[in-house]
């Protein structure tokens, strides 16, 4: 294969990784808003469960890229690199596994305590901060793909978006929703609402600030050229790290703001 036919094909693989993000995002964006949609006229439980499981699908084999775990390694040497990624990969998995038992936890005594109703939350906010989460995680792809290529330059611009957007969610719902909350007389010590709403929204808040943190020390190791296209795993873990944050907020987004009777 000749220089030029591999810039070429290179060139290719780029525009075709990148589009694939976009169109990706424009489907999770078509499906949040038809989850919004289903909410205010009928607030079908099963149209809004159809729609949540829709967008996880496409978030974790597109953006989290699950089937990178089934990739084969030919080299068998264990201190390769090859093989020390791919044990990476599957010890980062595990953990998010384990992790998504807790959040799994907490989802189900959502139903638990409050059946088909839900806490009186401000629904226009609740779609804000979703939606800036939902275009943090196109960044992030979108930062990780221009790594795989080699655009430096790209990654960090586009990492710095998706730390910037994580940082609004976080203020959104810490330092706009929680207050407007109490301020509605949901509380922690107040109601069975209160306590899971606080629960559930301050674990995943946690998350989303260790997530931040991660993003930080890979934005100064890309500032340092510390990555290079056939070595960023700390790249890939954060954004399948940050991606995870995002699927889990996709099943809570419609559990506390969309699904049942607000109480």
């Known amino acids: 294969m000749t220089h030029a036919h591999t810039s070429q094909h290179s060139t290719h693989v780029s525009k075709d990784a990148l589009f694939q993000g976009v169109v990706i995002f424009v489907l999770l964006a078509f499906l949040t808003a038809v989850e919004f949609f289903i909410a205010i006229t009928n607030a079908s439980v099963l149209l809004l469960s159809v729609a949540a499981l829709l967008k996880v699908g496409l978030v974790v084999y597109y953006y989290m890229h699950v089937y990178k775990l089934l990739e084969d390694d030919d080299e068998h040497d264990h201190t390769s690199f090859a093989w020390k990624l791919a044990t990476n990969r599957l010890g980062l998995w595990l953990f998010l596994l384990s992790d998504a038992f807790v959040f799994g936890g907490m989802f189900v005594a959502r ?44 990654f960090l611009i586009s990492t710095s978006i998706t730390f910037l957007l994580g940082l609004a969610f976080l203020l959104g719902v810490v330092f706009v929703e929680w207050p407007e909350a109490i301020h509605e007389g949901l509380t922690v010590d107040g109601s069975a609402a209160g306590g899971i709403f606080f629960l559930m929204t301050g674990m995943h808040a946690f998350h989303v600030l260790t997530g931040l943190i991660f993003l930080l020390v890979i934005l100064r190791n890309g500032w340092l050229g510390l990555y290079t296209p056939e070595r960023h795993w700390a790249v890939e873990a954060a954004a399948v790290y940050w991606h995870f944050v995002d699927v889990v907020w996709i099943f809570y987004y419609p559990a506390l703001y969309l699904i049942g009777k607000a109480i």
Do not use: I, Y
């Not at 939350?121 to 939606?131: A, D, F, I, K, R």
């Not at 989460?133 to 795989?148: D, I, K, P, Y």
């Open 111 to 154: 139903f638990n305590l409050l059946g088909f109703t839900r806490p009186h939350l401000n629904q226009e906010l609740g779609l804000v901060v979703t939606s800036a989460l939902l275009v943090s995680s196109f960044f992030m792809n979108r930062g990780e793909t221009q790594m795989a290529l080699g655009d430096r330059k790209g």
